[in-house]
T-cell receptor
C-alpha cells in the first residue's frame, strides 16, 4: 500500500522567508506525487505534480518540489512566503497506472507572519 | 464555468434523515470520486467510479451509496444520517492516466 507522511502539522514562517513543507512517501513502485493547497472553506487546488518526468517540478504561485528517490521525499518549497500563502497543504500519492484514487497525507497548515 | 460543481455547499439535517449531495463535472473526465474530510482535515477516499465501474471502499458504511446517471454526474446518497457523518464531502474527477484530480468546492454536512 502506498502512503505519504507530512512532517509537521503546522509550519509558521515570516513573510519573505523560505517555505519548506516536508513530504515522504512509501511505495513499492515508482509513484506519482502531488501537492494540493486548500484555502479556508474552499476545495483543493492542484499546486504541482510529479509524473516520472523531470524530478524538479514547478507549480503555480511560485511553488516547486523535487522528487528524490534516494530519500523517498517530495518536499514543497517557495523562496519567499506571501501572506496569501497561508493555507492547508496536502501531499498525495498514487501508482502511475490506472485511476487509483490519491492517498493523502494529513496536511500541513502554513501560517505566514507579517 | 466551474469544472467540478457540488450542491449544496452547506447541509444541516437531523439524525435519521436521508440526504443527497449532487456532483457534476464538465471536464469530460472518465473517473469521479467522493472523498470525506473529517474535522482534523484528513482526506479519505470513499468511492471511485470509472466508466460505470464502482469501486467501493470497504470502510464506508452501506448507508452511503453513490449513483452515477451518466459519466458527468456522481451523486452521493446517505441514509439514516448519524452524528459521525458530519464532515466535508468532496467530489473530484480525473482523466485516465493520472494528472491529478480536480476537486469541487465541497459540501459541509452537519448532522444535529
Amino acid at each position: 500500500a502506498q502512503s505519504v507522511t507530512q512532517l509537521g502539522s503546522h509550519v509558521s514562517v515570516s513573510e519573505g522567508a523560505l517555505v519548506l513543507l516536508r513530504c515522504n512517501y512509501s511505495s513499492s513502485v515508482p509513484p506519482y506525487l502531488f501537492w494540493y493547497v486548500q484555502y479556508p472553506n474552499q476545495g483543493l487546488q492542484l499546486l504541482l505534480k510529479y509524473t516520472s518526468a523531470a524530478t524538479l517540478v514547478k507549480g503555480i504561485n511560485g511553488f516547486e518540489a523535487e522528487f528524490k528517490k534516494s530519500e523517498t521525499s517530495f518536499h514543497l518549497t517557495k523562496p519567499s512566503a506571501h501572506m496569501s500563502d497561508a493555507a492547508e497543504y496536502f501531499c498525495a500519492v498514487t501508482p502511475p497506472s490506472g485511476n487509483t484514487p490519491l492517498v493523502f497525507g494529513k496536511g500541513t497548515r502554513l501560517s505566514v507572519i507579517a | 464555468d466551474t469544472a467540478v460543481s457540488q450542491t449544496p455547499k452547506y447541509l444541516v439535517t437531523q439524525m435519521g434523515n436521508d440526504k443527497s449531495i449532487k456532483c457534476e463535472q464538465n471536464l469530460g473526465h472518465d473517473t469521479m470520486y467522493w472523498y470525506k474530510q473529517d474535522s482534523k482535515k484528513f482526506l479519505k477516499i470513499m468511492f471511485s467510479y470509472n466508466n460505470k465501474e464502482l469501486i467501493i471502499n470497504e470502510t464506508v458504511p452501506n448507508r452511503f451509496s453513490p449513483k452515477s446517471p451518466d459519466k458527468a454526474h456522481l451523486n452521493l446518497h446517505i441514509n439514516s444520517l448519524e452524528l459521525g457523518d458530519s464532515a466535508v464531502y468532496f467530489c473530484a474527477s480525473s482523466r485516465i492516466g493520472g494528472g491529478g484530480p480536480f476537486f469541487g468546492q465541497g459540501t459541509r454536512l452537519t448532522v444535529v
